[in-house]
C-alpha cells in the first residue's frame, strides 16, 4: 500500500519559517519524481516545487528564494523547507510522487501565516 504522509505545517507568523516533511512508504522512492504543490479553497492546486531522483530541483518563482526542496533516498522522505514565509504562502500543502504513469498524493498539511 502506498501513502505519503505529509508533516510540519501549522501557525507561524510573517517572516518565520517551518520544514515540511513527506515521508513516503510503498514505493521504489528513488526512482521518483516528487514535488511539493499547494492550494487554498476555491482555487487550483498549483506546484510549488519539483526534484527529480536526480536531485534536479525546480521552484515557482513566487517561492524562489524562500523555498528550499530537497530528498533524503536513504529515508524516503521529502522536504521543503520554507523560510521568511509570507500571509499568501497560506495553504494546504501536498506531497506528490510521480514515475511513469503513476502518481500518487498525500493528504495534505495546512501552513498559516499570519499573527
Known amino acids: 500500500q502506498v501513502q505519503l504522509v505529509e508533516s510540519g505545517g501549522g501557525l507561524v507568523q510573517p517572516g518565520g519559517s517551518l520544514r515540511l516533511s513527506c515521508a513516503a512508504s510503498?514505493?521504489?522512492?528513488?526512482?521518483?519524481?516528487m514535488a511539493w504543490y499547494r492550494q487554498v479553497p476555491g482555487k487550483q492546486r498549483e506546484l510549488v516545487a519539483t526534484?527529480?531522483?536526480?536531485?534536479?530541483?525546480d521552484h515557482r518563482d513566487s517561492v524562489k528564494g524562500r523555498f528550499t526542496i530537497s530528498r533524503d533516498n536513504a529515508k524516503n522522505t521529502m522536504y521543503l523547507q520554507m523560510n521568511n514565509l509570507k500571509p499568501e504562502d497560506t495553504a494546504a500543502y501536498y506531497c506528490?510522487?510521480?514515475?511513469?504513469?503513476?502518481?500518487?498524493w498525500g493528504q495534505g498539511t495546512q501552513v498559516i501565516v499570519g499573527s
Open positions: 506528490n510522487a510521480q514515475w511513469s504513469s503513476l502518481t500518487y
Open positions: 510503498g514505493i521504489t522512492f528513488q526512482l521518483y519524481t
Open positions: 526534484i527529480t531522483r536526480g536531485g534536479t530541483t
